[in-house]
């Protein structure tokens, strides 16, 4: 029997983040109605450093949310639903 009150959101690492976290992904189950903050606040918890902080600190770093940019989809607040898939890029330099 399916419930209907939790997510599924799969979360995909890469660059910095995939060695801070050791994993290009990790799936979370979480309650319905989280926001990208809330998934911050649940990665912390798991990785024991502040993602919030390292978003703020490399401001480059690139969020998608089903393959569209956080800042579209309403930034920190974006809501998440089921079997959405959110991806950390790394700010890319070079020339």
């Known amino acids: 029997m399916e419930n209907n009150e939790y997510i599924k959101v799969n979360v995909m690492f890469f660059g910095d983040l995939r060695n801070l976290t050791g994993t290009r ?43 569209q940019e956080y800042e579209r989809l309403g930034g920190i607040n974006a809501l998440l639903g089921d079997e959405f898939t959110v991806v950390f890029f790394p700010a890319l330099f070079g020339g």
Request: zero cysteines.
């Open 25 to 67: 992904q990790k799936e979370i189950t979480t309650k319905k109605g989280v926001k990208l903050s809330d998934l911050l606040t649940l990665l912390e918890q798991e990785y024991h450093f502040s993602f919030k902080n390292y978003i703020e600190d490399n401001k480059g770093i690139r969020i998608l949310i089903n393959g």
